[in-house]
């Protein structure tokens, strides 16, 4: 099966750019979605078709996807930002698969 | 404005059937797919399957024997099944329009939890 690997944690200062990775075997012939979870709800979705923003979304979210590796970049990261990320994708048998998670903490 | 909301039992004992059902507002059970996910306690997101109303469906390999997906348009909802529950089926269990690659997963529900344990 499929299998998407992202880092456990990842840190940033306020106002800092944030890079979360997602890698998988030959990713960027795929289509990534990205979400946000914050603790106690569902989650959220941020991006999807590797770049593309959802209604509602900031700005400060993009995504990019290429080779063994999508990235979710947040811009300006802010406190409320932090939560856990998850990368989701398809395998050839069209499951949906997620990654493990990262968890941003914004210090 | 799109809605969904699980309900259920939130007490399941093992070797018995856990059932779910999703109720979908604001758009109808006709279109597109949809999936429930699961998410044992402190750890992370696992889909559990999709299913459309066109009788298309997928079930996660490791799941796949234990899990029945269903479509009642007449209530506009969808559901879960998954027999012999253990232990480690105790999870927030939630359901999602899946819109595939053309949007993945666009509105959840609230989430439930279910808990295995007699």
């Known amino acids: 099966s499929y299998e998407l690997t992202q880092p456990p944690s990842v840190s940033v200062s306020p106002g800092q750019t944030a890079s979360i990775t997602c890698s998988g075997d030959?990713?960027?012939?795929?289509?990534v979605c990205w979400y946000l979870q914050k603790s106690g709800q569902p989650p959220v979705l941020v991006i999807y078709?590797?770049?593309k923003r959802p209604s509602g979304i900031p700005e400060r979210f993009s995504g990019s996807n290429s080779g063994n590796t999508a990235t979710l970049t947040i811009s300006g990261t802010q406190a409320i930002d932090e939560a856990d990320y998850y990368c989701?994708?398809?395998?050839?048998?069209?499951?949906?698969?997620f990654g493990g998670g990262t968890k941003l903490t914004v210090l | 404005q799109v809605q969904l909301q699980e309900s259920g039992p939130g007490l399941v004992k093992p070797s018995e059937t856990l059932s779910l059902t999703c109720t979908v507002s604001g758009d109808s059970i006709r279109n597109t797919y949809w999936s429930w996910i699961r998410q044992p306690p402190g750890k992370g997101l696992e889909s559990i399957g999709y299913?459309?109303?066109?009788?298309?469906?997928n079930y996660n390999p490791s799941l796949k024997s234990r899990v029945t997906m269903s479509i009642d348009t007449s209530k506009n909802q969808f559901s879960l099944r998954l027999s012999s529950v253990t232990a480690t089926d105790t999870a927030v269990y939630y359901c999602?329009?899946?819109?595939?690659?053309?949007?993945?997963?666009?509105?959840w529900g609230q989430g439930t939890l279910v808990t295995v344990s007699s």
């Open positions: 999602a329009r899946d819109q595939a690659v053309y949007g993945g997963f666009d509105y």
């Open positions: 030959k990713l960027g012939d795929r289509y």
């Open positions: 299913t459309s109303y066109s009788g298309s469906t």
């Open positions: 989701q994708a398809w395998d050839s048998s069209t499951a949906r698969v």
């Open positions: 078709q590797d770049s």
